[in-house]
């Protein structure tokens, strides 16, 4: 709800949550990504860190429309 208040168009978010697919996001390419244990870089400016509650999706470039990996 929150994010809703945050938003410029938070129609938006009820768009994409009562779709029949969900629309994925690009967040990030390979090389951005962080394995396990690796090092994270922090903003200077940040005040704080939060965790939230993601859905990744790992996929290929090939053909294939199956993805390699999912977490929660």
Do not use: H
């Not at 690009?26 to 965790?51: H, N, V, W, Y």
């Amino acid at each position: 709800m929150e994010r809703r208040r945050e938003s410029e168009t938070p129609d938006l978010y009820s768009e994409v949550y009562g779709a029949e697919r969900p629309e994925l996001f690009l967040k990030s390419t390979a090389e951005r990504c962080m394995g396990p244990l690796d090092d994270i870089g922090i903003r200077t400016d940040s005040t704080g860190m939060f965790q939230k509650p993601n859905w990744d999706l790992l996929s290929s470039m090939e053909k294939s429309a199956d993805s390699l990996a999912e977490t929660m």
